[in-house]
Antibody
Framework: EVQLVQSGAEVKKPGESLKISCKGS????????IGWVRQMPGKGLEWMGV????????RYSPSFQGQVTISVDKSINTAYLQWNSLKASDTAMYYC??????????????WGQGTLVTVSS | QSALTQPASVSGSPGQSITISCTGI?????????VSWYQQHPGKAPKLMIY???NRPSGVSNRFSGSKSGNAASLTIYGLQAEDEADYYC??????????FGGGTTVTVL
């Protein structure tokens, strides 16, 4: 059974750094893209970027390029989303997700449970 | 403001059919047939309903149907049911090798 398990909720202050995780299991981790999606409170879904664990090839949405870093540790089947300096506007639910097939970075058929990040002074 | 435009809300009575549109510029839709649709109930993770314009993942009801013409895609829900009340998002591949979501549509079953 394919599973994506995300790290727990975080409460941080502006300016702090943060790295949240997404652990995949039940499939060949290195042969499927993994993506990140943001959902701000009461708002829609935003595609942030994807990474291919096999070679760490990464693509970012122009809206998130330079604002976050997506990485992976394939030795432990885990993808990460990282901020160096959080802002209040980073407060959101963050989902990791995996496409339905290995040859696409697109349609996400498997989703993590979400990680709620709250940034407040 | 998303590069893909969806109506904020669509409503229908049980048993009726509704259609949600998703329009975009050519650099977003291009010539690709890589449009997908997601359903999201409150407090839940999104669920893939349609991929590659018109394909349904295993387990998704055949009451859901997708199509695309030019720079516009559509999701039609036939035989509307109470459980279909949710937010729906389109998503498309772009010429930049990235993906983008539409702004989302709230479906209300009257």
């Amino acid at each position: 059974e394919v599973q994506l398990v995300q790290s727990g909720a975080e409460v941080k202050k502006p300016g702090e750094s943060l790295k949240i995780s997404c652990k995949g299991s039940g499939y060949s981790f290195t042969t499927y893209w993994i993506g990140w999606v943001r959902q701000m409170p009461g708002k829609g879904l935003e595609w942030m970027g994807v990474i291919y664990p096999g070679d760490s090839n990464t693509r970012y949405s122009p809206s998130f390029q330079g604002q976050v870093t997506i990485s992976v540790d394939k030795s432990i089947n885990t993808a990460y989303l990282q901020w160096n300096s959080l802002k209040a506007s980073d407060t959101a639910m963050y989902y990791c997700a995996r496409p339905y097939d290995y040859d696409t970075s697109g349609p996400f058929d498997y989703w993590g449970q979400g990680t709620l990040v709250t940034v407040s002074s | 403001q998303s590069a893909l435009t969806q109506p904020a809300s669509v409503s229908g009575s049980p048993g009726q059919s509704i259609t949600i549109s998703c329009t975009g510029i050519s650099s977003v839709f291009g010539t690709y047939n890589y449009v997908s649709w997601y359903q999201q109930h409150p407090g839940k993770a999104p669920k893939l309903m349609i991929y590659d314009v018109s394909n349904r993942p295993s387990g998704v009801s055949n009451r859901f149907s997708g199509s695309k013409s030019g720079n516009a895609a559509s999701l039609t829900i036939y035989g509307l049911q109470a459980e279909d009340e949710a937010d729906y998002y389109c998503k498309s591949f772009t010429s930049s090798n990235t993906w983008v979501f539409g702004g989302g549509t709230t479906v209300t079953v009257l």
